[in-house]
């Protein structure tokens, strides 16, 4: 009976090892940025969509919120639908750029340098505590991560 009882005692560390690596990785690795700044920084892309008629005006009444996620996977599970999300405010408008996905990344992958995620919206709202969110799936378990 003893020889089962440690059988049993190794049986559940081992099990409490796996949860605790399974928790561990199907965390991502995420360097983020969100940054407002004035349009009249960006005036070539502020009178690209001036020019498409997606806005009207002058450039110093917008800003352009841009959002920007390097991903790195630590886990054995390929991390699927993958997107970027900003959230809402009253005066946002058109969205210039768009790489938010989207997006699956394999096991141990990363998606960094030109495969990064991005997001850019011109606003009319200043407010420099902009909430993104990146949302993903690992081995059917929706995970969100909040990004300033």
């Known amino acids: 009976m003893k020889k089962f009882a440690w059988f049993c005692v190794i049986l559940a560390c081992a099990a409490l090892a796996l949860a605790a690596a399974y928790i561990f990785s199907s965390r991502l690795n995420v360097v983020s940025e969100v940054r407002v700044v004035p349009a009249a920084y960006m005036q070539k892309d502020f009178d ?45 408008g058109a969205a210039l750029a768009s790489n938010a996905g989207p997006k699956d990344l394999e096991a ?24 993104a969110r990146l949302e993903y799936y690992i081995h059917g378990r929706y995970h969100v991560i909040e990004l300033q």
């Not at 996620?69 to 809402?88: H, Q």
């Not at 998606?111 to 902009?130: C, F, H, I, K, Q």
């Open 108 to 131: 141990f992958g990363a998606l960094t340098g030109d495969d990064a995620m991005y997001l850019t919206v011109l606003t009319r709202s200043p407010d420099e505590n902009r909430r």
């Open 48 to 92: 690209e969509l001036l020019a498409s008629g997606a806005v009207s005006g002058d450039a110093g009444e917008y800003w352009f919120v841009l959002v920007r996620a390097d991903i790195k996977s630590r886990s054995p599970f390929s991390a699927e639908w993958i997107t970027l999300t900003l959230d809402k405010q009253s005066g946002d």
